[in-house]
């Protein structure tokens, strides 16, 4: 018969390896990003959400790599949480026809973005996981 206390832990140990390999992933793509090269665009539309359910702005910049013009809508970083104010802040950060500094991955130019994301939620992330994980071994002994 399975000892469930130890399948219960098994799973809290395997939960956590799981998170901990996400957090690292996502370490290393932050890491990656901040390397990526810049290069100058220009904020093409920049306007309100589109509605009371919609509280993110509608952002759309243009720039070259290559002799080639790339058009990108802005991404909002992981962890935002939609809002009239943080739509409005945005919207004034970037307004229509101003000129922004845009990180661009080398190996595809199209892939770009206008502010390089934190590093210490992901951190975070691996860290707890990490965390559980090493927790379940304990217990497991």
């Known amino acids: 018969m399975v000892n469930a206390y130890a399948l219960i832990i098994v799973l809290f140990i395997v939960g956590g390896l799981v998170t901990a390999g996400w957090g690292w992933r996502l370490v290393v793509r ?3 990003m901040r390397r ?3 290069t100058e665009g220009v904020v093409e539309t920049a306007e309100p959400a589109g509605g009371e359910e919609d509280l993110l702005p509608s952002i759309v910049f243009s720039y070259r790599v290559d002799g080639k013009i790339y058009r990108r809508a802005l991404e909002l970083p992981p962890g935002a949480l ?3 104010e943080l739509a409005a802040a945005w919207r004034r950060d970037y307004p229509a026809g101003g000129r922004v500094t845009v990180y661009y991955d ?3 130019p199209d892939q770009a973005l206008l502010r390089h994301s934190g590093m210490a939620g992901d951190w975070l992330v691996f860290a707890l996981g990490l965390g559980a994980a090493l927790l379940g071994a304990l ?3």
Do not use: V, Y
């Open 30 to 32: 932050a890491r990656a």
């Open 36 to 38: 990526w090269p810049a």
């Open 82 to 84: 939609p809002s009239p």
């Open 106 to 108: 080398p190996r595809r």
């Open 139 to 141: 217990l497991l002994l």
